[in-house]
């Protein structure tokens, strides 16, 4: 190794701040796990988001919106996460697709839906006036919802 080597190597790497994290300690807290542990690669870039999250959204004039796609309302989590974010000031608004609104409005008129099993036979429940939505199953009701109504 040349003896200016060294000097070379600190000069190239000036900018860039070493890797090398503390160990764990049970009383670390979240955000110090984040900006002391999450240096590189996809814990990097989490770092920087919750940065982002942190600096730029949860100011006091920064707002917060949920985009909501997926079967997320027939699983119950609007009634049990999604209404308590938004009650709690977590989230100001959301976007969401015309599903979850839909099935939302199975909590908000009461009507049953049930865990069921993805291996059903589709047939059977269609006869039995059963609709499933991969595991959730609830009553085909001819109503003011049902596609057949809309012809």
């Known amino acids: 190794m040349r003896s200016d080597s060294k000097h070379s190597f600190s000069k190239k790497f000036a900018a860039c ?15 110090d796990l984040i900006d002391q542990t999450f240096l590189a690669y996809n814990g990097g870039r989490l770092r920087q988001a919750a940065r982002l999250l942190v600096e730029k959204m949860l100011s ?3 707002y917060v919106d949920m985009s909501l796609t997926g079967a997320l309302t027939p699983a119950g989590l609007g009634k049990s996460c999604l209404i308590p974010l938004m009650r709690a000031g977590f989230v100001d608004w959301m976007v ?3 599903a979850n609104l839909y099935h939302d ?3 908000g008129l009461d009507m ?3 865990r069921g099993s993805p291996f059903l036979d589709d ?3 269609r006869r039995d006036g ?3 939505i991969y595991d959730i199953l609830f009553e085909l ?11």
């Open 105 to 107: 409005l199975h909590y």
């Open 130 to 132: 059963v609709i499933r």
């Open 141 to 151: 009701i001819r109503n003011c919802f049902s596609r057949a109504q809309l012809y």
């Open 17 to 31: 701040p070493r890797l090398n994290p503390p160990g764990v300690g049970k009383d670390i807290s979240a955000a």
């Open 60 to 62: 006091d004039d920064g």
């Open 123 to 125: 047939v059977e429940l």
């Open 96 to 98: 969401s697709t015309g």
């Open 112 to 114: 049953a839906l049930y």
